[in-house]
């Protein structure tokens, strides 16, 4: 729910696409576009209010269970994510969250799941051919990527950041070192948009907002010399440069002995303010090309050995996009948020052939045709809330 004032348009996420009361319509959509995976949250707050320590809420129980049976029915997968920024309070303040060791270890090994991590990873490219800003580039990485996963996999923060913060970095001991050998069973990867980085090492640099010694000492911007480093969009955070989606994943690859890649999130929106929203309403040709030039990218790091397991687009409809509310459009359908009826853009007809080819056609040229369709039906999957 949104929180007055919060929220850019005022709108909050009470409905936003009543995919509670709607998920059998648009599991048909999902059935239609021909992909094999779904990948949606489960809200901890829906089904357990109060943690361990109160009563489950058996509607909520009951929605997921309808909803799993559905997808299965359908012939598609359920991908979830167990914990999406609604741990429950009670939780929180017995146990610490998710610092508890007695955090996610019961069930792993009787139901033979795969746990791993998602993150929002952009890809760096140097502001200029100078040593500094390339080291500046790696500490950007490090103070991002590998900030977050390092740990989890090798037991120690990047050298990077020890460089520069030292000893207000936890040291982990013997003991949590050995319980890290088995990092993640995947690495998940939300990935939109590419930055280049300039060194700010100098103290007057670091005056800018996001520059600090805590923060890495560089500065991200997505021009140089009054050039773009690919295309703009409405927000900041999003910059059409496809070539940065193979550089993310091979970087992964390199640092993390190939651990199985999924990319869980991959898009291209659109603001309801801008002059080209009623010409791309339906005809959003620029999510088409954001899409294609990505998976191209994705399969050239695939042929080239990357793991990576599958692909989820976001997403399959406008939907409730966090501060901006519904003035955000991600959504290969459209949804009137009036009538909260679903319509295919040209997105959605280019996916569903995309789908279609490449699952008997390859992508992936050097694999053997047994090995070929396997990891093209593994590689076909579509994310949405």
Same mark, same amino acid.
């Given at each position: 729910?949104? $929180?007055?004032?919060?929220?850019?348009?005022?709108?909050? @996420? /009470?409905?936003?696409?009543?995919?509670?009361?709607?998920?059998?319509?648009?599991?048909?959509?999902?059935?239609?576009?021909?992909?094999?995976?779904?990948?949606?949250?489960?809200?901890?707050?829906?089904?357990?209010?109060?943690?361990?320590?109160?009563?489950?809420?058996?509607? =909520?129980?009951?929605?997921?269970?309808?909803?799993?049976?559905?997808?299965?029915?359908?012939?598609?997968?359920?991908?979830?994510?167990?914990?999406?920024?609604?741990?429950?309070?009670?939780?929180?303040?017995?146990?610490?969250?998710?610092?508890?060791? !007695?955090? *996610?270890?019961?069930?792993?090994?009787? *139901?033979?799941?795969?746990?791993?991590?998602?993150?929002? %990873?952009?890809?760096?490219? #140097?502001?200029?051919?100078?040593?500094?800003?390339?080291?500046?580039?790696?500490?950007?990485?490090?103070?991002?990527?590998?900030?977050?996963?390092?740990?989890?996999?090798?037991?120690?923060? #990047?050298?990077?950041?020890?460089?520069?913060?030292?000893?207000?970095?936890?040291?982990?001991?013997?003991?949590?070192?050995?319980?890290?050998?088995?990092? $993640?069973?995947?690495?998940?990867?939300?990935?939109?948009?590419?930055?280049?980085? !300039?060194?700010?090492?100098?103290?007057?640099? *670091?005056? *800018?907002? @996001?520059?600090?010694?805590?923060?890495?000492?560089?500065?991200?911007?997505?021009?140089?010399? @009054?050039?773009?480093?690919?295309?703009?969009?409405?927000?900041?955070?999003?910059?059409?440069?496809?070539? =940065?989606?193979?550089?993310? $994943?091979?970087?992964?690859?390199?640092?993390?002995?190939?651990?199985?890649?999924?990319?869980?999130?991959? @898009?291209?929106?659109?603001?309801?303010?801008?002059?080209?929203?009623?010409?791309?309403?339906?005809?959003?040709?620029?999510?088409?090309?954001?899409?294609?030039?990505?998976?191209?990218?994705?399969?050239?790091?695939?042929?080239?050995?990357?793991?990576?397991?599958?692909?989820?687009?976001?997403?399959?409809?406008?939907?409730?996009?966090?501060?901006?509310? !519904?003035?955000?459009?991600?959504?290969?359908?459209?949804?009137?948020?009036?009538?909260?009826?679903?319509? #295919?853009?040209?997105?959605?007809?280019?996916?569903?052939?995309? %789908?279609?080819?490449?699952?008997?056609?390859?992508?992936?040229?050097?694999? /053997?045709?047994?090995?070929? /369709?396997?990891?093209? !039906?593994?590689?076909?999957?579509?994310?949405?809330?």
């Amino acid at each position: 729910m949104g $929180v007055a004032g919060n929220i850019d348009d005022g709108s909050n @996420g /009470d409905v936003a696409v009543d995919q509670y009361h709607r998920y059998l319509e648009d599991i048909d959509l999902m059935e239609d576009l021909g992909v094999n995976t779904y990948r949606f949250s489960i809200s901890w707050a829906r089904i357990l209010p109060k943690g361990r320590f109160g009563k489950v809420n058996v509607a =909520g129980i009951n929605y997921y269970n309808r909803l799993i049976d559905a997808l299965l029915l359908k012939g598609i997968e359920p991908f979830v994510t167990l914990s999406h920024f609604d741990f429950p309070q009670e939780l929180e303040d017995r146990y610490g969250g998710w610092l508890s060791s !007695q955090s *996610q270890t019961k069930y792993q090994t009787k *139901q033979g799941g795969k746990i791993g991590i998602v993150l929002h %990873i952009n890809c760096f490219e #140097p502001f200029s051919d100078s040593t500094a800003d390339q080291l500046a580039t790696i500490r950007a990485q490090a103070f991002t990527i590998s900030w977050i996963l390092d740990p989890v996999m090798f037991g120690k923060y #990047p050298r990077e950041m020890e460089m520069i913060l030292g000893p207000i970095l936890p040291k982990f001991s013997r003991i949590e070192k050995e319980k890290l050998k088995r990092g $993640v069973d995947f690495i998940g990867v939300n990935h939109y948009s590419s930055y280049y980085i !300039q060194d700010c090492s100098s103290p007057e640099c *670091q005056d *800018q907002p @996001g520059t600090s010694s805590t923060e890495g000492l560089y500065l991200q911007t997505a021009e140089r010399n @009054g050039v773009p480093i690919g295309e703009l969009t409405p927000f900041e955070w999003l910059v059409v440069y496809p070539q =940065g989606m193979k550089k993310t $994943v091979t970087y992964l690859k390199d640092r993390y002995n190939n651990t199985p890649i999924y990319i869980t999130e991959n @898009g291209y929106g659109y603001s309801c303010d801008s002059i080209a929203w009623e010409k791309e309403y339906r005809n959003d040709i620029t999510r088409i090309n954001y899409l294609a030039g990505h998976l191209e990218n994705l399969a050239a790091a695939i042929r080239e050995g990357v793991d990576v397991r599958g692909y989820f687009a976001w997403s399959l409809l406008d939907n409730f996009e966090w501060k901006y509310g !519904q003035s955000v459009r991600f959504g290969l359908y459209h949804v009137d948020y009036d009538t909260l009826r679903r319509t #295919p853009r040209s997105s959605a007809t280019w996916y569903k052939n995309f %789908i279609a080819t490449h699952k008997t056609q390859s992508i992936m040229p050097g694999y /053997d045709d047994d090995h070929n /369709d396997k990891e093209l !039906q593994s590689n076909i999957k579509l994310i949405t809330y």
